[in-house]
């Protein structure tokens, strides 16, 4: 315990007289984080406080082995640790580099694959699954993607957090404090000296990281935190089974990998770019919510001090209390997600609209397949009439109160869109040989219907391409009394696939 709190101490001086070098350093150099929409500072901060984070970890860990054998002991004891150490240079380097030059997500993600399968190959590996009243799951063939991204997640997820001042470097060291507890109880000497060194670091760099913030650890210390995190978690693993125990940095971290694992998934959901930066994260949430800056950052501090209890109890739980604690965690994140704000997604009226969403662009709904034998019958047509009856049928699944087709015989060929023909109402600029064909909803009123407000009129072009030229087969319209009826919410989908079958079915018929 003696050596526990020595490393704490030197890590923690170390990283409080040296992030001030480094955030001079910094302004010196010009390599400051410049204000912005997406933050939250508003004069420029220096952003590579990491270098201090990753310098004070490593000098008390020196210091510390030059004096104690016991360490010396353990590092030479441990075959794994020259792949740690270079690893956590490349990871560092790789962070430094994009804090430097900004490279581009390509770059960096697949920099973060590439440490990641090297630490694989070094020993760092997750052979297999095993939770409550589970089995062990041997990973065979997948123990490699699932080490890699575990290694990812973790790193990435210290990242997203990085928003606020001190939040991800508050829950780092939450995090550390209850990974080198669980360490120090199931006799894992060597993971607690580097959990405990960790924890000093972050907590001498919080004097200045914490709100407000007078330097921030860039990419470099979010990378360095999470790789050290996610490599100190498979070093004291069990023969890398992912078991509960491995569930202690799983919970502990129950925050930051809730947000990097949402953070896809939300920007797919609103149509954006999946790995596109944004202001969505559960911080900025807190934010909307009218919370303070700081006020935030200690909510999300308390959450993680939770869990980090959460897990140190679950070491200990047997099969059907580890069961119970990860119910009980997962209806948790549900009702807090909903409460921060994340009901405007996961509500049941917008998920499952959501979900209907996805099964109609899928072909999942009846509604869709159903129309889908509409379309088939439409392009099988052998003649014009076997056409129109199938096009009647589609008509009326789509609930249109009117339906003309007018066909050109030939179609027109032409070389550019810009020369569309006349649709054969009347004009005198282009005499076109047309074939009408007119479907009426049964009961509906006289012509004079049409000059009546509340309808909804949709004429498209039938044309298809074919070695550069256009060639037009004549045009769609539907009518629709919105008024007497609503339309569908897939009724513009389905128009469209009603469209490109029949054009489908015009080339084969007509050439």
Same mark, same amino acid.
């Given at each position: *315990?003696?050596?526990?709190?020595?490393?704490?101490?030197?890590?923690?001086?170390?990283?409080?007289?040296?992030?001030?070098?480094?955030?001079?350093?910094?302004?010196?150099?010009?390599?400051?984080?410049?204000?912005?929409?997406?933050?939250?500072?508003?004069?420029?901060? #220096?952003?590579?406080?990491?270098?201090?984070?990753?310098?004070?970890?490593?000098?008390?860990?020196?210091?510390?082995?030059?004096?104690? &054998?016991?360490?010396?002991? *353990?590092?030479?004891?441990? #075959?794994?640790?020259?792949?740690?150490?270079?690893?956590?240079?490349?990871?560092?380097?790789?962070?430094?580099?994009?804090?430097?030059?900004?490279?581009?997500?390509? %770059?960096?993600?697949? !920099?973060? %694959?590439?440490?990641?399968?090297?630490?694989?190959?070094?020993?760092?590996?997750?052979?297999?699954?095993?939770?409550?009243?589970?089995?062990?799951?041997?990973?065979?063939?997948?123990?490699?993607?699932?080490?890699?991204?575990?290694?990812?997640?973790?790193?990435?997820?210290?990242?997203?957090?990085?928003?606020?001042?001190?939040?991800?470097?508050?829950?780092?060291?939450?995090?550390?404090?209850?990974?080198?507890?669980?360490?120090?109880?199931?006799?894992?000497?060597?993971?607690?000296?580097?959990?405990?060194?960790?924890?000093?670091?972050?907590?001498?760099?919080?004097?200045?990281?914490?709100?407000?913030?007078? &330097?921030?650890?860039?990419?470099?210390?979010?990378?360095?935190?999470?790789?050290?995190?996610?490599?100190?978690?498979?070093?004291?693993?069990?023969?890398?089974?992912?078991?509960?125990?491995?569930? &202690? #940095?799983?919970?502990?971290?129950?925050?930051?990998?809730?947000?990097?694992?949402?953070?896809?998934?939300?920007?797919?959901?609103? !149509?954006?770019?999946?790995?596109?930066?944004?202001?969505?994260?559960?911080?900025?949430?807190?934010?909307?919510?009218?919370?303070?800056?700081?006020?935030?950052?200690?909510?999300?501090?308390?959450?993680?001090?939770?869990?980090?209890?959460?897990?140190?109890?679950?070491?200990?739980?047997?099969?059907? *209390?580890?069961?119970?604690?990860?119910?009980?965690?997962?209806?948790?994140?549900?009702?807090?997600?909903?409460?921060?704000?994340?009901?405007?997604?996961?509500?049941?009226?917008?998920?499952?609209?959501?979900?209907?969403?996805?099964?109609?662009?899928?072909?999942?709904?009846?509604?869709?397949?159903?129309?889908?034998?509409?379309?088939?019958?439409?392009?099988?047509?052998?003649?014009?009439?076997?056409?129109?009856?199938?096009?009647?049928?589609?008509?009326?699944?789509?609930?249109?109160?009117?339906?003309?087709?007018?066909?050109?015989?030939?179609? %027109?060929?032409?070389?550019?869109?810009?020369?569309?023909?006349?649709?054969?109402?009347?004009?005198?600029?282009?005499?076109?040989?047309?074939?009408?064909?007119?479907?009426?909803?049964?009961?509906?009123?006289?012509?004079?219907?049409?000059?009546?407000?509340?309808? *909804?009129?949709?004429?498209? #072009?039938?044309?298809?391409?074919?070695?550069?030229?256009?060639?037009?087969?004549?045009?769609?319209?539907?009518?629709?009394?919105?008024?007497?009826?609503?339309?569908?919410?897939?009724?513009?989908?389905?128009?469209?696939?009603?469209?490109?079958?029949?054009?489908?079915?015009?080339?084969?018929?007509?050439?």
């Amino acid at each position: *315990m003696t050596s526990i709190i020595f490393i704490f101490f030197l890590s923690l001086l170390s990283a409080f007289f040296l992030t001030p070098l480094v955030g001079k350093l910094a302004r010196r150099l010009g390599i400051v984080d410049q204000p912005s929409s997406r933050k939250v500072h508003s004069v420029p901060i #220096p952003r590579i406080g990491g270098i201090a984070l990753f310098s004070a970890f490593f000098i008390s860990l020196i210091l510390f082995s030059l004096n104690k &054998i016991m360490l010396r002991d *353990m590092l030479e004891q441990e #075959p794994r640790v020259p792949f740690f150490l270079v690893g956590a240079l490349l990871i560092f380097g790789l962070g430094l580099w994009d804090d430097l030059r900004r490279l581009p997500s390509s %770059v960096k993600f697949g !920099g973060q %694959v590439a440490v990641a399968a090297l630490l694989y190959f070094g020993g760092f590996q997750i052979h297999a699954v095993s939770l409550p009243f589970v089995s062990a799951v041997q990973l065979g063939i997948f123990s490699l993607p699932i080490t890699v991204f575990w290694f990812v997640l973790v790193i990435n997820a210290i990242n997203l957090i990085d928003g606020l001042d001190g939040l991800a470097a508050g829950i780092s060291l939450f995090v550390s404090i209850t990974m080198m507890v669980t360490c120090l109880a199931n006799n894992r000497l060597l993971e607690a000296l580097c959990f405990a060194s960790l924890s000093g670091a972050l907590l001498g760099f919080l004097r200045y990281n914490f709100n407000p913030a007078s &330097i921030f650890m860039g990419d470099c210390g979010s990378y360095f935190l999470g790789y050290v995190l996610a490599a100190l978690s498979l070093l004291g693993s069990i023969k890398g089974q992912f078991a509960t125990a491995m569930l &202690i #940095p799983v919970i502990a971290l129950g925050i930051p990998l809730m947000d990097t694992l949402w953070a896809p998934v939300r920007r797919f959901i609103l !149509g954006r770019k999946m790995f596109q930066p944004d202001s969505g994260h559960l911080h900025h949430q807190l934010l909307r919510l009218g919370y303070s800056h700081r006020r935030a950052v200690l909510i999300l501090y308390a959450v993680t001090i939770v869990l980090g209890f959460v897990a140190i109890v679950l070491v200990h739980a047997k099969d059907e *209390m580890a069961a119970l604690i990860l119910l009980v965690i997962g209806t948790g994140a549900i009702f807090a997600g909903r409460f921060i704000g994340l009901k405007v997604f996961v509500g049941p009226g917008q998920f499952g609209g959501w979900l209907q969403e996805v099964g109609e662009a899928s072909g999942l709904t009846y509604e869709r397949r159903s129309f889908l034998n509409h379309q088939l019958a439409i392009t099988e047509a052998a003649h014009f009439d076997e056409l129109w009856e199938a096009l009647c049928g589609a008509f009326a699944a789509l609930d249109m109160d009117l339906a003309e087709v007018v066909l050109y015989s030939p179609p %027109v060929v032409t070389s550019g869109w810009e020369s569309q023909p006349d649709n054969g109402y009347g004009s005198d600029e282009l005499q076109l040989n047309t074939i009408t064909k007119t479907w009426r909803k049964e009961g509906l009123a006289s012509p004079g219907w049409l000059n009546r407000k509340g309808l *909804m009129k949709i004429e498209q #072009p039938l044309l298809a391409q074919n070695d550069g030229q256009l060639c037009y087969y004549g045009l769609l319209v539907l009518v629709k009394d919105i008024q007497g009826s609503t339309a569908s919410h897939f009724m513009l989908t389905r128009i469209e696939h009603l469209r490109r079958a029949l054009v489908t079915a015009l080339v084969k018929i007509q050439g």
